[in-house]
């Protein structure tokens, strides 16, 4: 008799602890599971957020490194100011690099640009004194320019060992990222001077060249 009761009372207390179980299993499939997916879900989409704002960022930062590699290029081939000294030492540079000598240096004018000339090849005027040729120009057109562009103007009378020297010269002024115009370049002395291998002599030109830059506010 005390056995079976003993019995009995194992096996209440085996479905005791079975019950309990089901209601805790209950309870987490109906209440704390849902609140654990719900909180999962919400920390993915803030790792989402976070990773779609970061990338947001990162573009951001990118084309202001952009804007600001384009402002920088823009301002070295049309700067906010006249950088005469900066153009006086290119010269200077070409000067040295090409054997050469300025004799003279004049500073022209400044003034705002009334137009820019276009052409299929845009050259200098090119003329030798002594010398009656007629050359075919490109037909040429006159391109509007905002006012706040203006140029700076200065003729150059060079010397020059030959006409490869005079050559090197103008290339090392052009050889700038500033924006430039050779109006004319005029070379003295007989044609034959300047192609003649045997006995030569010192090569002299005029060259008029004109730097353009900004005068209009530049915004920050």
């Known amino acids: 008799m005390r056995i079976e009761i003993e019995r009995r009372h194992w096996i209440v207390f085996g479905v005791g602890i079975i019950l309990l179980l089901a209601i805790f299993l209950f309870m987490y499939i109906t209440e704390v599971r ?75 004018a400044d003034g705002p640009e009334t137009g820019v000339q276009t052409a299929e090849e845009t050259e200098p005027d090119v ?17 509007a320019v905002p006012e706040e562009v203006e140029s700076m103007t200065y003729q ?20 700038t990222t500033r924006l430039l115009h050779i109006h004319s370049l005029q070379f003295s002395g007989q044609e034959e ?3 003649r291998e045997e006995e030569p002599q010192p090569l002299t030109f005029n060259v008029v060249i004109s730097a353009y830059f900004y ?4 915004e920050e």
Do not use: K
């Open 127 to 143: 003329t030798v004194e002594g010398e009656e040729t007629a050359e075919e120009n490109p037909e040429t057109t006159m391109t």
């Open 215 to 218: 005068s209009g506010d530049v």
């Open 34 to 108: 849902p609140v654990t997916q719900e909180q999962e879900r919400l920390q993915t989409s803030i790792e989402s957020l976070e990773e779609q704002l970061a990338a947001r960022e990162r573009e951001e930062s990118v084309s202001a490194g952009d804007r600001i590699s384009d402002r920088y290029s823009l301002f070295q081939r049309l700067p906010s100011e006249p950088r005469q000294d900066e153009f006086l030492l290119q010269v200077d540079r070409a000067e040295e690099m090409s054997g050469s000598q300025v004799l003279s240096a004049v500073h022209l």
């Open 156 to 175: 150059f009378i060079v010397e020059s060992p030959s006409y490869e020297n005079a050559e090197r010269f103008m290339e090392v002024i052009d050889d």
């Open 193 to 195: 001077w300047i192609w």
